[in-house]
Every structure is written in C-alpha cells, then in structure tokens.
C-alpha cells in the first residue's frame, strides 16, 4: 500500500516491489493489466525511463532517500522517452487515475 503521509490519502491499494535490475529493466513492458510499481535502487541516481510496450499513459514520482516526492511527470505516453531533473533513491509508476489529485512535490509517502 502507498498513502501520503502528508495528506492522509491512500494512492495505491496494489503494487508490485521490483529491488533488482532485472524487474526494474522489465518494469511494466508487456503487461496487460494495469500495475502500479514501486522501484527501489541501491543509491540515489538519475533515472532514465522509455516506455516501449506499455500501452497507456502513466504518471510517474521521484522520490529522495527518505519518500519524499522531488519529481512528477504526469501523462507519460506510451513510445516516448523522459529523463528525470533530481536524482531520486524510489521511482513509483502510477496508473494515472491513483495519482489524480493525491500526490504533489513535496509530500512524504509511504510504503
């Protein structure tokens, strides 16, 4: 579960962990269903992402060290590519209705 400490609101009932290189360089490519994931890297970097096959849009959240949201990209369309500003330690993919009007730059989350 995902919620927002600093508005008290669930974002995420279901999402998958992915901790090792192979499931973050799967991520949500050829998955039918729509699943939020929640991506954690061993050190702060900068984080790149394509979304070759994954076909709808998602909304994407870069997190510091301690879940806080440094970074939004709303409305990642499927076949694009998008580089993150921040470094970030926690990448989140978010189906863009979870997201919708419960996560701004600056909350804390947590999961």
Not at 36 to 43: A, E, G, Q, R, S
Not at 68 to 94: Q, R, Y
């Amino acid at each position: 579960m995902i919620t927002n400490k600093t508005t008290n609101k669930v974002i995420s009932n279901k999402e998958v962990v992915c901790k090792n290189f192979f499931t973050q360089m799967l991520g949500l490519m050829n998955k039918l269903g729509k699943t939020n994931l929640i991506m954690i890297f061993n050190k702060e970097r900068r984080i790149s992402l394509h979304m070759f096959f994954v076909f709808y849009p998602i909304d994407v959240l870069i997190l510091d060290e301690n879940k806080k949201v440094i970074e939004i990209k709303e409305n990642f369309k499927p076949f694009t590519f998008w580089t993150a500003k921040n470094k970030g330690k926690h990448l989140i993919e978010l189906g863009k209705k979870e997201s919708k009007g419960k996560v701004s730059v600056g909350d804390l989350l947590e999961f």
